[in-house]
């Protein structure tokens, strides 16, 4: 139940993405529906209407945000239902559900992967240049960034486990030279009253 209740949170968060998914597409200017040949109108010319190309972007970029969170929740949910498959073991796992499940999440991943490549690169405005490249140039740079401050953060962990273990090894050692002096100066008591008898 445990694990059918985890799946169906990431088929959630896989529909969360999608409904925000037609939210972007539709910003950006939808799916290209079919065209049919009829027709047009000779449109009236229309009044010049002024876009703040700032506040466009800055929409763009809050929708990719957004965006990007969610898929970033949807790839956590992935790793730590793999997590929870490798170290705990549960007797009542349907493996051939849990399994369908795992696939479907990691399909829907996929998918959205290219959307999104797709949408950046072809649908977004002009004026935004090579989005798509940028934005994970630099994840890039971030991600070797972040990965730099994590081993950083583990050499300083090891440091101090080393501390404590060498903290407890030197209070070890005390206790027993202590422990030794006073078996030396018992010795030492003794042999001076054997000899005074």
Same mark, same amino acid.
């Given at each position: 139940?445990?694990?059918?209740?985890?799946?169906?949170?990431?088929?959630?968060?896989?529909?969360?993405?999608?409904?925000?998914?037609?939210?972007?597409?539709?910003?950006?200017?939808?799916?290209?529906?079919?065209?049919?040949?009829?027709?047009?109108?000779?449109?009236?010319?229309?009044?010049?209407?002024?876009?703040?190309?700032?506040?466009?972007?800055?929409?763009?970029? %809050?929708?990719?945000? #957004?965006?990007?969170?969610?898929?970033? @929740?949807?790839?956590?949910?992935? !790793?730590?239902? $793999? /997590?929870?498959s490798k170290n705990v073991y549960d007797p009542n796992a349907n493996?051939?559900?849990?399994?369908?499940?795992?696939?479907?999440?990691?399909?829907?991943?996929?998918?959205?992967?290219?959307?999104?490549?797709?949408?950046?690169?072809?649908?977004?405005?002009?004026?935004?240049?090579?989005?798509? %490249?940028?934005?994970? #140039?630099?994840?890039?740079?971030?991600? @070797?960034?972040?990965?730099?401050? !994590?081993?950083? $953060? /583990?050499?300083?962990?090891?440091?101090?486990?080393?501390?404590?273990?060498?903290?407890?090894?030197?209070?070890?050692?005390?206790?027993?030279?202590l422990a030794g002096t006073a078996i030396f100066l018992l010795y030492?008591?003794?042999?001076?009253?054997?000899?005074?008898?």
């Amino acid at each position: 139940m445990e694990v059918k209740a985890t799946v169906d949170e990431a088929v959630g968060i896989g529909k969360e993405i999608y409904g925000f998914w037609g939210k972007l597409a539709k910003m950006f200017g939808g799916n290209p529906a079919p065209v049919q040949a009829a027709p047009k109108p000779v449109a009236k010319k229309k009044a010049f209407v002024a876009v703040d190309e700032t506040k466009v972007m800055a929409d763009v970029v %809050s929708q990719l945000t #957004e965006f990007f969170k969610l898929q970033e @929740q949807l790839a956590d949910h992935i !790793r730590t239902e $793999e /997590e929870k498959s490798k170290n705990v073991y549960d007797p009542n796992a349907n493996l051939m559900e849990a399994a369908l499940k795992r696939v479907m999440a990691q399909d829907q991943m996929a998918a959205l992967e290219v959307t999104i490549r797709e949408t950046m690169v072809y649908q977004s405005p002009p004026e935004m240049g090579a989005l798509y %490249s940028k934005v994970f #140039e630099m994840r890039d740079i971030i991600k @070797q960034e972040q990965e730099n401050a !994590r081993l950083k $953060e /583990e050499v300083k962990e090891r440091y101090r486990l080393w501390q404590r273990r060498e903290a407890k090894r030197q209070f070890l050692l005390k206790e027993a030279y202590l422990a030794g002096t006073a078996i030396f100066l018992l010795y030492i008591w003794m042999w001076l009253l054997y000899i005074r008898k």
